[in-house]
């Protein structure tokens, strides 16, 4: 097949100049079809559009020269190479190749015009090595490889091998633009005209061979545009089908809930009460509820979650709460036992690793309707857990969870309400994106006579200071968290793992005081016991792993050390944090850090003592580390976007949701354009297409 006869979706093998090797080298990277070779995004661009004359060139440094060939030699020796000289009637350069050069010495004749850059070197006189060359056969002609901002693509071992390298991506791009006089378009024209962009076929073209560095941005933005609004198409869809589908109806809350209210040791803030309002709109509306709640670490978003427990219940329906451990699951099981008081209301906890006795009567509580409010782990989606009428699901901490993992606990109801809950702030931008199906609620208050934590790092030479102000905080009647990033010491890793360090700080550091050890590989019976004792400050000092970077809830804990503060990231960092603070004392974050400090690591302590903001410090975790590390894994249903950049597109990101949202809500076909695309990129694209 020629160039003359493809289409976007022509598999690459096709195209003049790919055989089997550079097609499975091209499939390696993505590109499978000539709209993924044209949307193969260069990493970066060189500027070759600048002559310089061969009199004015600097040494050690790269450019570009328009010059006559006035040689062709090849020269024998240790090195071979072929030594072609250039002469713009300012002065002479020899331009030079030790590799490949028996190809490039049948493509340079003496007597031709070319256009040459690299980078000027002088050894004895100036010379070119290895230079990017076109050969211009017409005053007119347009250049492809220099003369011209250029770019540069990312490259593998696989098309190295192959020798598909800059000079053939770029040749084989160019044939397949030159072949496709017109790509389709697929954003709607009002889209375009209202937003500025340009078109696909002029942001394609200015991708590769743009003629301004303006285009370039543009080209980007444009490009940028279109893989938000093909996303969030997609969560327009998922929600359109949502609305659709018949939802159970809550009544207003009533005394079941006014009296947990009531009974509360404190009162609601403004925060928590908006936050409910925008619940009651979706549980009243008859559609199923989907809202992520957003707080950050200590604003209440765990009475929020009770508070709808109890509401479900009242409403006849069963609720159930999945946390991503048995730490925080039994935490929010006897919080809400705690602040039920004389409420009488059947409640159970499902962890795995119940007794085979116990669960069995458990399930079956559970599935007679007897128990009202589960309270659980990942357990509650295992095989076998059957509820008898689910009304409301609450996820915590969501983003511990996959997407499969969400769906799963709905499924044990019929069309029950959702609230997915995080601790983590997550950026508006990327909130948008993986959870952009949901309807969002803020918790942006803490409550009243929260104090603001004080923090800073330090080096192991502090490391006594520290110690001190421990022991001084102790005796002032405050708990202290020594966080220690392994369980037991590796070798390969000198970390302070928390074993070793719970059994120093009890004998030789603090005899004095009761020191305690919590990680993650104990009994949830055992984690508990000793959870309780801290609470109730039997405890003065807890050893523990990140198993309490969530969940743990001791006002009477004033001071958190964090050992290798450099290696946790900065949202963990942040929920490590938000352990101390919960009480009137004032509080304090200790970072110990090992040298040498990473530049990045650097940033992350720095960030993290610079402020308590949550949203801040997630919008910084987000640029320092993008948006994959940021979720976890690929399991949370993040995109993978070739052009888009969520971490610095975020006003893209909104106006594309906002175009996207309006052409879903016209419950109208799609153009087929369009159509195509969004079928083909997405997996269930055909699926919420024929739905409607």
Known sequence: MNHAEIELTTPVQFLKGVGPKRAEALRAVGVET?????LYLPRRYVDRSHLTPINRLQVNSPATILAKVVGVGEERGRRPRLVVVLEDGTGFIECVWFQGYKYIKGLLQKGQRVMVSGQVRFFGRLQMPHPEFEVLEGEEEELIHTGRIIPIYPSTAG???????NRSLRSLIKGVLDSLPQIEEILPEEVIQKHSLLSRQEAIGNLHFPTSWELVKRAKERLAFEEFFLWELVMAMRQRERIKEDGLQFKR???????????LPFSLTSAQRRVLREIYRDVSSGSPMHRLLQGDVGSGKTIVALICLLWAVENGYQAALMAPTEILAEQHYHTLGRLLGPIDLETTLLVSGLPKSQREKTLRAIGEGIIKVVIGTHALIEEGVEFANLGLAVIDEQH????????SLRGKGSSPHLLVMTATPIPRSLALTVYGDLDISLLDELPPGRREVKTGWRSEKDRGKVYSFLRQKIKEGR???VICPLVEESEKLDLKAATQMAEHLGKEVFPEFKVELLHGRMKGEVKEEIMGRFRRGEIDILVS?????????????????????????LSQLHQMRGRVGRGEHQSYCILLVSYPLTSEAKERIETICRTNDGFR?????????????????????LPQFKVADLASNGPLLRMARQEAFALASKDQP?????????ASRFQEGGKLLGAG
């Open 545 to 569: 792993t990140t198993v309490v970077e969530v969940g743990a809830d001791v006002p009477n804990a004033a001071i958190i050390l964090v050992e290798h503060a450099e290696r946790f990231g």
């Open 159 to 165: 098309l190295k091998a192959i020798r598909l390298n």
């Open 34 to 38: 000539v709209e993924d070779l044209l």
């Open 617 to 637: 410090i997630a919008e910084a975790d987000l640029r320092l580390r993008g948006p994959g590390e940021f979720m976890g894994t690929k399991q949370h249903g």
């Open 479 to 481: 708990q202290a968290y």
């Open 400 to 407: 511990k969870f996959g997407v499969v993992q969400r769906a």
């Open 253 to 263: 809350p009533g005394s079941l809930v006014g009296s947990f209210i009531e009974g």
């Open 670 to 678: 799609l153009a087929d354009s369009l159509r195509r695309v969004f």
